[in-house]
């Protein structure tokens, strides 16, 4: 049975068209660290309120992701705003 992991992350931008200039331009980062799968939704009355989720085969390439320094700079790129909320799941 194969795993899959999703890590959620919640989280204000400054600028969404800003931030998603800096989102597509990381994707060869994404797939490189594991990254099978991804998705961003939009809060329905708030544009910059988005919400990411990220799919791995296990819970530890998640966990690296969003510890790698590589992330770490792209938010800070993107404008995010404050500290995300972060989750991790097991589809089950």
């Known amino acids: 049975e194969r795993v899959m992991a999703t890590r959620s992350l919640d989280t204000p931008v400054s ?3 800003t931030w998603r200039k800096v989102y597509d331009d990381f994707a060869p980062v994404q797939k490189a660290k594991g990254v099978t799968a991804q998705a961003v939704y939009q809060a329905v009355d708030n544009p910059n309120d988005i919400t990411v989720t990220h799919e791995f085969s296990t819970v530890e390439a998640a966990q690296a992701f969003v510890k790698s320094e590589e992330l770490k700079q ?3 790129n993107a404008g995010v705003v404050g500290a ?3 989750w991790f799941t097991n589809k089950v």
């Open 84 to 86: 995300p909320t972060i």
């Open 74 to 76: 792209a938010m800070q």
């Open 15 to 17: 600028n969404y068209k």
